[in-house]
């Protein structure tokens, strides 16, 4: 009688084993089908440019830079990732990429209601030299009225950390 009840009791946990094996099996392609949907969604969804205008994604481009994983290796990628940074309001960023001897020009909460009162549409890249970059930016006012900042900017490398000085304005 033991005996009997011993083997019913293993099969009895076999057939769940094998019924928990299926569910895990028949879970595992409903991830792999969702996974395939969302990787044939995503080109769709989003943008694949950067902020600043170049033809890869956000985190390809600037946000390593901004999140300080990175140090943008030239004045223009300094300066494409400032854009960038107004874009997503990334403030600390915009007071730690001004040169040192100029943040005593430059406010945080000015930066923050400069970057936040816009809305940043487009840059354009006009000119680069090694350390200036002449560009425009395009953005909507409060009033949601196109505007155009052009400027050319001055920059400043310093222990392998490239910094905004300042710029002429047109
Ligand atoms: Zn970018």
Not at 14 to 35: G, H
Not at 47 to 73: L, M, Q, R, T, V
Not at 78 to 91: C, F, K, P, Q
Not at 139 to 168: I, M, R
Request: with cysteine; net charge positive.
């Amino acid at each position: 009688m033991s005996r009997q009840n011993e083997e019913n009791r293993k099969k009895h946990s076999k057939k769940i084993n094998e019924k928990r094996l299926r569910e895990q099996r028949s879970e595992s392609d409903r991830k792999a089908k969702l996974k395939l949907i969302l990787q044939n969604l995503i080109p769709i969804r989003m943008s694949p440019n950067c902020y600043c205008g170049n033809p890869i994604p956000f985190s390809d481009c600037c946000e390593p830079y901004i999140k300080g994983i990175k140090a943008a290796p030239t004045a223009e990628a300094l300066m494409r990732s400032r854009y960038s940074a107004y874009a997503v309001h990334a403030i600390e960023y915009l007071l730690k990429t001004t040169h040192i001897s100029q943040r005593k020009y430059h406010s945080k909460k000015d930066i923050e209601q400069w970057a936040t009162t816009n809305q940043w549409v487009k840059l354009e890249v006009l000119k680069a030299t090694e350390k200036t970059v002449e560009f425009k930016a395009y953005f909507l006012d409060a009033q949601l009225q196109p505007q155009v900042h052009h400027e050319k900017s001055t920059f400043k490398q310093q222990n392998g950390h490239w910094f905004y000085v300042d710029g002429k304005f047109y």
